[in-house]
C-alpha cells in the first residue's frame, strides 16, 4: 500500500515538473485590419468638393475593423437621427421592469408637431400603447409620437442611458418644437443644435454595440435593429441598393440630411454615419443634393472598405 502511494506521489510530482516545463502558450493576436485604400479618401473628397455645404462621416466594417472617418469626431446637429437614443431608452426601460410596451400614452394638443408622421393630423385624446408610439417614431419617424414618447421617459433619461453606454456626444435637448428640455439643453452652447447632438463616430458606436448584441441584451439589441430595418424614408445611403436588407434612421432639417444606419451586404456588415450641414437653400424632394452625395458616399464606402 505503502509503495503504491509513493509510487502515485512520484508521478504526480512528474507531471508537476513537466507542466511548470512546458512553454506558456502566446494568445493569437487579433487580425489586423487591412488598411483603407487611397483612392478612398480622394474619392471622397472629390464629391465633397462640388457640395454646398460641410459634411461629416464616419464608416466601419463591423466584420473586418477597417475604419473609415472624414470629420467622424465633429459634434453635429442630429434632427430626428436622435430618435435612435430614445428608441434605446424605450428598450431599456421596458426591459427593466420600469414601463410596459403596454402603458397607454394620450395624443394631446401640447404633444403635437407637424412634419413627419400622421398623429399630428389625428383627434386629441386618441390613446396608444408606448409600443405603438416608439414603432411610429422610428418608422415614419413621427415627430408627435416622438413627444409622447419623451413625455413619458423624459430627455434627461434618454441622455442618462447614452452617458451609461460612454457615448458623450450624444444628447437629445428637448421634445420635437420644444418643451421638455433636459439639462444638456438647458446649456447655451448647446442651444445652436436644437433637437440634438452627436457625432458620426458615436452614431456608428451606438448602431455597432446594437449589431453586436451590447445594447440592453442581445435580444433586445436585435429587436431595436429589426425596428430600424423597418424604415420607410430611404432617399439617403445606400438609396439603389434597395435589395440588399439594411437597419436606418434618418433625418432632415431646411439645412441639413443626416442618415445612419448598417448595410448586411455581401462584403460585410457596414455601419455608417453622415452628416450634410449648412446648405444655402432648402429642398424638400428625394433628389435634395445632400440625399443624392449620400448614396454616392454610401457606395464609395462599400467598394473601400468592404471585403
Known amino acids: ?29 487579433a487580425p489586423t485590419p487591412r488598411p483603407v485604400p487611397a483612392w478612398l479618401d480622394r474619392r471622397v473628397r472629390a464629391e465633397v468638393s462640388g457640395f454646398k455645404g460641410n459634411v461629416y462621416l464616419y464608416a466601419k466594417n463591423l466584420d473586418t475593423g477597417v475604419v473609415y472617418d472624414f470629420g ?11 430618435k435612435v ?11 427593466e421592469g420600469k414601463a410596459k410596451w403596454s402603458d397607454e400614452l394620450v395624443l394631446t394638443k401640447a404633444a403635437r408637431y407637424a412634419g413627419s408622421g400622421v398623429l399630428n393630423e389625428l383627434t386629441d385624446g386618441l390613446r396608444l400603447s408606448l409600443k405603438d408610439a416608439v ?63 452627436t457625432s458620426p463616430r458615436e452614431m456608428v458606436t451606438l448602431l455597432e454595440k446594437l449589431e453586436r448584441g451590447e445594447v440592453v441584451s442581445p435580444e433586445v439589441s436585435k429587436e431595436m435593429i429589426e425596428l430600424l430595418k423597418r424604415e420607410q424614408g430611404r432617399n439617403g445611403i445606400w438609396r439603389s441598393l434597395w435589395r440588399v436588407p439594411k437597419a436606418t434612421k434618418s433625418g432632415a432639417l431646411d439645412a441639413l440630411r443626416s442618415n445612419v444606419g448598417v448595410i448586411y451586404h455581401p462584403r460585410g456588415r457596414i455601419a455608417l454615419a453622415v452628416t450634410c450641414d449648412d446648405m444655402p437653400e432648402p429642398e424638400w424632394t428625394v433628389d435634395n443634393p445632400a440625399y443624392l452625395l449620400m448614396s454616392r458616399l454610401s457606395e464609395l464606402i462599400i467598394d473601400g472598405l468592404g471585403k
Open 1 to 29: 500500500m505503502n509503495r503504491f502511494v509513493t509510487a502515485a506521489a512520484l508521478a504526480l510530482m512528474l507531471c508537476s515538473v513537466a507542466r511548470a516545463q512546458m512553454p506558456t502558450p502566446t494568445p493569437t493576436p
Open 72 to 82: 467622424g469626431d465633429e459634434p453635429v446637429r442630429t434632427a430626428s437621427t436622435i
Open 85 to 95: 437614443a430614445v428608441m434605446v431608452e424605450a428598450f431599456a426601460r421596458v426591459a
Open 135 to 197: 414603432t411610429l417614431m422610428m418608422e415614419l419617424s413621427d415627430n408627435t409620437a416622438t413627444n409622447m414618447v419623451l413625455d413619458h421617459l423624459s430627455t434627461d433619461a434618454v441622455n442618462a442611458r447614452m452617458e451609461s453606454l460612454g457615448l458623450r456626444q450624444t444628447r437629445i435637448m428637448r421634445r420635437v418644437g420644444g418643451g421638455g428640455v433636459s439639462k444638456e439643453g438647458q446649456v447655451e452652447a448647446n442651444r445652436r443644435f436644437g433637437l440634438g447632438r
